[in-house]
Structure formats: structure tokens, C-alpha cells
């Protein structure tokens, strides 16, 4: 049998210098379980200096397969250091399986030279790094991408004018919108805000450093997202992060100061495939239903992986079944082998029966049924009466409604038990009667909903959940979208509430969750429409839900 471009080498090569990968790299390794037998022993040579589109110095790190050979390439750029846990994932793993790896730190991070910023220079780094490729004698012209989190963002900013030598990019839990990883519907992304600033300030620091100034922000996160005003009040533990001010007080997609940052137009126009993976729990994965979207229109060979999974999990529990989906598309697309891809380009996990479902795209144009809301509390598939009376709840800024897990970027994020939150007065639930037979539930939510409020001011949370025969409330997805209600009757609202594939098991209940925020997951909405960065001064708001309201459920009907 013909030997692939990912085995040892059809064609003979130079001599491979010597060099083992850290030690660390290579203990953590030893740790993993399910993945797939080393191929070949690792060398390294860490400390290359690229020149960055204006000169900076960019400190990369070179993994390679131990074997005389021609092998594909992978580029890796990350801002969040090159040492644990992205050596060992992606320089050890990838060098293991027949790949070249150039693992480099992101301008101003990890040693390199120059000023980071979030978005700025991604595209001109990424040029140069390949343009420093062409010049190295092991690089046969294929190259790769991969990478989560920003790491999936600098590979939209290279595939903006994608190199001739660019096969295959494989994004995962990646985001190509940093407006949309800071502000929902109008409302600021706390939490979000924070782990970034967190993640971008001290990852590349190295591990003590990193885990010091996240045990910081633990122990004083009420004080600084309780601040008046928030504007400035994680200074104290982060230190100065003039771009993480930036972002939180610049709300509005069409301000100029976010000209350049959004990277949708790449999907749009692309042709190189792209593999995509996330978790329904992962904080940006509406972003990757998006660049799916984007690229199914565009004609663009893609896959889409959806786990049980958070930002985090998915690589940690998710890493086998990521890595093995991951190696699969870039054999197929960096070294003609496509034995390993699956025969559907979708594959989704079904929470509730914890199945995984493949289909032909996403979502699966499944029909819609509305549910729709009581005064007396019940969520039913019957139109009440118009005279049925609006339920209301009060909603205090200086007592805000607490997020429960959910769709987030840090360790708290993943499906729990809602019953003390429901429980609390500023919560409303509508429920449905208990099912006979179970309901898949797949593609997007969202509630519809017609919403006056006394201040003219507030945010509407929307959450979907699962009870189940015991009464536990398990959230399922949500949403939140900032309302500006001018006092002359019900204003008409859709909260968008993301997407999932869910079965509700028979004897099981729908919950429509609403409140006035999840905090401090988003910044409290102040009641008085100051910006939430800025506002000084809270006013609590009463939020009424009118007739007519209802949670709108993406049903399947290939269901059994």
C-alpha cells in the first residue's frame, strides 16, 4: 500500500536534528486516554524568531515527526502562551501523527515583541508567518490550521486572503466576532468580559501567574461586578487592560471602533475546508452555527461537531473525541486520506438521552410549535383567551437576579439545577403539563414575547428548561435582549434563546424561565438607560409579560 503524506515520507528529506519536546509537554501527554498510537517520536526547536508584518519579533515553536520525510505543516498562533496545555495538545499530538507544528505566540504575548491587540494584527502576523514558511526547507507547500478559542480566531484573519498553500482549518470553540463575545441583544457580557481579560493578561505568563490572578478574580468578583461604575473596577486585580475598558463601553456592532474586527466576510468566500467543533454549553456557540451558516452558503466544503460540552470541557472530557475528529480532517484534506471522516457532515450530541444524532446540516429545518404562556403559570400549546390576565415580576438592580450556569467561557458554565433560582420572587416559570411521549427538540429557540415595563428600561432573560419527574429544573439554553418599552402598551420581543438538540424524555415537563437579567453573567441592566459601564445610579423596573407570549420550540419531525 501507498504510504500517505501523513506516514513515513514517500520521498526522503533532510536529516531531523535532535530535541525531545518539554518535559512537561511529554508528562501530560503520558496522561491521556482514547487517543490514537504515536506514529513517530517528536523533535523540537523552540525559540525561532518570525518577523511579524512590521518587524516584531514572533517566538515560535517548531514540533516535527522524528523520521527523515515530507510532511504537511500546521499553523498554531495563539496569545495565550506556548507552553501547557498547547504544546502538549497540539505541538506533541499533531508532531506524533506526521505533522510539522509551528506554535507561535501572538504579537506582544508569550516573548513576542510588538503591542497585542484583541483583533488588529492577526491578519498581517498571519501573512508573514506563512511568507517565513515558504523560506524553510522542511515546508513542502500544504499547511493546515487549527486551533480553539482566538486560536480560531487568528485562522479566520489568515483565511481573509487565504495563502495558495492553505488545505484544510480546523476551528474549534473559535469565535470570529469579538463584539458578539462582549455584548447580547444589547446587554454587556460580564462574565465573558472578564474571563478574556483574565485569559489575555496572564495565560502567557505561565501557569502560577495564571492560576494567582484567577484565584484573585474569585475571592473579589462580587466586588467588581457590583461596582459603580464597572468602568475600571477589575483594575485591582487585573492591572491595567485599556482594550478590555474598550470593549465593554462600546456596545453598538456599528461604532468605528469595531471596524475590522468582525471576520464573517472570510466564511463567505471561502473554498478551503473547514471543520468546526462546539459544545452546546460552549460560550461562543452561536458564532459557530454562524461561520456553519456562512460557509454551507458559500458552497464551502465544512463539518460540524456539537458536544455536551462548555468552552473548557471540550477539551478536557471532549479532547479524544476532538482530536480524533480534528486528525481525521486535516488527513483528509492535508494527506488524501479520508478513511477517518465520518459520512455526515453534522454530528450533534441529544441532551436528555445522551445520544449523538448525524445529519445532512444544520439546523435540520425541523418545524415550529409555539407554547404558549398563563397567568396561572402553565405553558400550553392552546392560545389563552385574550382577556387572560399579564403576569408581572419586579426586577432590583441593587439585587440582581444571579446567572445559574448556562452557555459561558469559564468553569461555572454546563446544565444545573434551577430550583433555587426559580424559587426566588424575581423569577417567572410557565410550565408545561407532562408528556406522554417524548419531544426532540432541535435547532433554535426563542421566546416571543410581548413585554411592558414601568421604567421603560430592562432586560428580559429567557431560559428554556427540562423538569424532570422529581421536580429538578435543568436549563437546556437561554437567552437574554435589553427592551426600551415607551409606556403605550405591550412592546412585541424575541429573545433569541440559542439552539440545541434535546430530547424531553415522556413524563418530563417544558419550563419557560423568564427574568430581568442573570447576573453577573451580564451586567445588570440600571433601570435608567445609562450605559451599564458607566451607570452610578439604580432604579428597579417591573417587567409584565402580556397574553400572547410564547417559547417557540424547533420540533423534528424525524423524531422516534
Not at 473548557?312 to 480532517?329: I, Y
Request: hydrophobic share 35%; proline share 9%; glycine share 10%.
Amino acid at each position: 500500500m501507498t504510504p500517505h503524506a501523513c506516514d513515513v515520507a514517500s520521498r526522503p528529506g533532510r536529516a531531523v536534528p535532535a530535541g525531545k519536546p518539554p518535559l512537561a509537554s511529554r508528562m501530560m501527554r503520558a496522561t491521556w486516554r482514547g487517543l490514537p498510537a504515536r506514529r513517530h517520536e517528536v523533535g523540537w526547536e523552540p525559540g525561532l524568531v518570525v518577523p511579524a508584518a512590521d518587524g516584531s519579533p514572533l517566538v515560535t515553536d517548531h514540533y516535527f515527526p522524528r523520521a527523515e520525510g515530507d510532511f504537511p505543516t500546521l499553523l498554531v498562533r495563539s496569545p495565550y502562551g506556548r507552553g501547557l496545555p498547547w504544546s502538549p495538545m497540539y505541538g506533541v499530538l499533531f508532531a506524533e501523527q506526521g505533522f510539522h507544528v509551528v506554535l507561535q505566540s501572538c504579537r506582544g504575548t508569550g516573548g513576542s515583541g510588538g503591542r497585542f491587540h484583541l483583533w488588529r494584527n492577526e491578519p498581517a502576523d498571519g501573512q508573514a508567518t506563512v511568507s517565513w514558511l515558504r523560506e524553510q526547507s522542511w515546508f513542502n507547500g500544504t499547511l493546515g490550521t487549527v486551533g480553539p478559542s482566538y486560536l480560531g480566531y487568528v485562522q479566520w484573519a489568515l483565511a481573509l486572503d487565504p495563502p495558495p498553500e492553505l488545505k484544510a482549518m480546523v476551528v474549534q470553540v473559535g469565535l470570529h466576532d469579538p463584539h458578539a463575545l462582549f455584548h447580547e441583544g444589547g446587554a454587556l457580557r460580564l462574565e465573558n468580559a472578564l474571563a478574556v481579560g483574565l485569559g489575555m493578561t496572564y495565560q502567557h505568563r505561565g501557569l502560577t501567574p495564571f492560576v494567582r490572578a484567577t484565584l484573585r478574580l474569585h475571592r473579589r468578583l462580587r466586588e467588581i461586578t457590583t461596582a459603580r461604575p464597572l468602568r475600571g473596577a477589575y483594575v485591582p486585580v487585573l492591572g491595567e487592560v485599556p482594550w478590555l475598558d474598550d470593549m465593554m463601553t462600546h456596545p453598538d456592532a456599528d461604532d468605528p471602533y469595531w471596524h475590522g474586527a468582525v471576520l464573517a466576510e472570510a466564511a463567505e468566500r471561502l473554498t478551503v475546508p473547514v471543520a468546526l467543533t462546539t459544545g452546546w454549553y460552549d460560550g461562543l456557540v452561536d458564532q459557530t452555527f454562524q461561520q456553519y451558516g456562512r460557509l454551507r452558503r458559500a458552497g464551502c466544503e465544512s463539518a460540524l461537531l456539537v458536544g455536551p460540552w462548555t468552552h473548557t470541557s471540550a477539551l478536557q472530557q471532549g479532547w479524544p473525541v476532538v482530536f480524533a475528529e480534528s486528525l481525521a480532517w486535516l488527513r483528509a484534506h492535508l494527506c488524501d486520506d479520508r478513511g477517518g471522516l465520518r459520512p455526515s457532515p453534522v454530528r450533534v450530541h441529544v441532551g436528555g438521552d445522551g445520544t449523538w444524532r448525524d445529519l445532512d446540516g444544520w439546523p435540520a429545518n425541523p418545524g415550529t410549535t409555539a407554547w404558549f404562556t398563563s397567568a396561572d403559570g402553565t405553558l400550553t400549546e392552546r392560545a389563552p383567551a385574550d382577556s387572560a390576565p399579564p403576569v408581572s415580576l419586579r426586577y432590583d438592580p441593587a439585587d440582581p437576579t444571579p446567572s445559574l450556569g448556562g452557555p459561558l467561557l469559564s468553569r461555572d458554565a454546563g446544565p444545573l439545577d434551577n430550583r433555587a433560582l426559580e424559587a426566588r420572587d424575581d423569577v417567572l416559570t410557565f410550565t408545561g403539563s407532562s408528556l406522554t411521549a417524548p419531544l426532540d427538540v432541535l435547532g433554535p429557540v426563542s421566546a416571543r414575547l410581548r413585554i411592558s415595563t414601568d421604567t421603560g428600561y430592562a432586560d428580559v432573560f429567557a431560559r428554556l428548561c427540562d423538569v424532570d419527574a422529581r421536580g429538578r429544573s435543568t436549563n437546556v439554553c437561554d437567552g437574554l435582549t435589553s427592551v426600551h418599552t415607551s409606556g403605550d402598551g405591550p412592546s412585541e420581543v424575541t429573545v433569541p434563546m440559542s439552539s440545541t438538540a434535546y430530547r424531553f424524555e415522556a413524563g418530563h415537563r417544558v419550563r419557560l424561565q423568564i427574568s430581568g437579567g442573570a447576573h453577573p453573567r451580564y451586567a445588570r441592566n440600571p433601570g435608567t438607560g445609562e450605559p451599564p459601564a458607566d451607570a452610578t445610579t439604580l432604579r428597579p423596573v417591573r417587567i409584565t409579560v402580556h397574553t400572547g407570549s410564547a417559547l417557540s420550540l424547533p420540533s423534528d419531525p424525524g423524531a422516534v
